[in-house]
């Protein structure tokens, strides 16, 4: 059942913030673009070189290794019925719903494939759907794809079942079918309940609409309810947001992500549709950011770190405050390090020491996968350097602690010498505030868990080479 939720804030109880919540001195020094570590190596460092012979072979010996060590699935769906001009993700913008039925067929055609070389009945302990708008499907169609899932694997009875939902389009007895699929965790993706932002962006609905799913999911008992937020969006004020923030802190979900929007109009062709004009100048970018910690952290949320926060009694809230938080591909997790499965166009894997991409065109996708091909179209085996470098950086973006001893136990190493250079690094971090280095540990502080991203680039192999980490988004 659901925790008693806690008086809710009136719009005039808007949360604001009287001076800068982060120090403008930090800002100036660490105002740089940096990954947000949902893998290391980061997706940047596949290569072409990586295939399906290569991801063939990591799951024959993870079979003959780990056979009955959990997996978590991850299927994209990459279908939406309409644009939205923010959007950076892989998707496949179309109002014909019959271009679903191939697509089904090739994901079945991929479970298949990986029957036959993982065997039947792997258990699973987590799931997610996402996209694009999984929500696209049909019952029907959701109904048959749960249903390949279910036959090809064993989900564990305390298995996390996730989708993403598109509020535009959902309804509560929407919401009621997924829970009788066996979904049992909702993503909303509202962003902004600013009107006039929502057209900025092309994707408009009303804060009515969004209040009445979550109160059906809370009805239908589901374990967690996220909401999706972005700052940095055309037309985002100062007020407009708080007012947002008072908004989605009246909605009480379990989980907010609140992600910082990338303005890459080269790269992503929906961008271009945005004025530029009508973007937050740099200041008023941090200030929105500030207030929303700021605002959720009086409402009884904890931050988690990077993009995430939760309620006290959720249990992502309870990993942290235990030490027991992992990082994957949808970021902060309560789940143990597990192997990952990925299904779908572009989807991203991870088995053993590999990472695979799936090919990110449908033709492609199709066109392997009806061949009895895996649709893997780059990757990358972890070399022992990048294998100690994952798991300091996991270490200090999950626990926000290293402790020097245990790496030099799991990777025969002197920590000391082998991050001579980062140690170098840690104590200019140190001076700013942002660790402390104890004997044989490194550990962030509290003002350091809003930076934790330049703590863990320190630690990065690549960028250390890289001429510059322009590619990525800024770490505030």
Same mark, same amino acid.
């Given at each position: ?100 039925? =191939? ?178 100048? =740099? ?89 009895? =091909?895996?649709?893997?179209? =780059? ?98």
């Amino acid at each position: 059942m659901q925790a008693a939720l806690r008086p809710l804030p009136s719009e005039a109880q808007a949360p604001a913030v009287a001076k800068p919540f982060f120090p403008p001195q930090l800002l100036a020094r660490l105002d740089k673009n940096g990954p947000r570590y949902t893998s290391y190596p980061t997706a940047d460092r596949y290569h072409a070189g990586f295939g399906e012979l290569d991801y063939r072979l990591a799951l024959r010996q993870r079979r003959a290794a780990s056979p009955d060590e959990p997996l978590s699935l991850y299927v994209h769906i990459p279908f939406c019925e309409s644009v939205c001009y923010y959007c950076a993700c892989n998707k496949v913008v179309t109002r014909h719903h019959d271009r679903a039925a =191939r697509y089904l067929d090739a994901l079945a055609a991929e479970i298949g494939l990986h029957v036959q070389e993982l065997g039947d009945g792997v258990p699973v302990s987590q799931l997610h759907f996402g996209g694009g708008t999984p929500t696209f499907l049909s019952d029907a169609e959701l109904d048959r794809l749960m249903g390949d899932l279910r036959r090809a694997f064993r989900f564990q009875p305390d298995a996390e079942l996730s989708i993403e939902v598109d509020p535009r389009t959902a309804t509560p007895e929407r919401l009621a079918y997924l829970r009788r699929l066996g979904f049992n965790r909702l993503s909303f993706g509202v962003q902004d309940f600013d009107a006039r932002v929502q057209v900025a962006v092309h994707r408009v609905q009303s804060f009515e609409d969004v209040q009445a799913l979550v109160r059906s999911a809370r009805e239908l008992d589901y374990a967690s309810v996220n909401v999706d937020l972005i700052y940095g969006l055309p037309l985002q004020t100062m007020e407009s947001f708080a007012r947002t923030i008072a908004q989605v802190i009246e909605l009480r979900p379990d989980r907010i992500a609140l992600y910082a929007y990338a303005h890459l109009p080269s790269r992503f062709k929906p961008q271009r549709r945005i004025n530029e004009a009508d973007l937050p100048e =740099r200041a008023t970018r941090v200030g929105l950011l500030g207030a929303a910690i700021e605002g959720f952290l009086k409402q009884g949320y904890t931050y988690i770190g990077m993009d995430h926060f939760a309620l006290d009694t959720d249990t992502l809230a309870i990993a942290k405050q235990r030490g027991e938080l992992h990082r994957n591909f949808q970021g902060y997790s309560t789940q143990p390090d597990r192997d990952l499965v990925a299904l779908g166009v572009s989807a991203i894997g991870r088995i053993g020491d590999t990472y695979s991409q799936n090919a990110k065109g449908l033709d492609e996708y199709y066109a392997a996968v009806e061949a009895g =091909r895996f649709a893997v179209e =780059r990757g990358l085996a972890l070399s022992a350097d990048d294998l100690v470098r994952r798991e300091v950086i996991m270490d200090v973006m999950c626990q926000g602690r290293v402790d020097f001893a245990r790496i030099e136990a799991r990777h025969k190493l002197r920590f000391g010498e082998y991050f001579s250079r980062e140690l170098q690094q840690m104590t200019n971090l140190a001076e700013l505030g942002l660790v402390e280095l104890r004997p044989g540990e490194l550990h962030v502080t509290g003002l350091g868990w809003y930076f934790v991203r330049a703590v863990a680039m320190a630690f990065d192999g690549y960028l250390q080479s890289a001429a510059s980490a322009a590619s990525y988004s800024r770490i505030i």
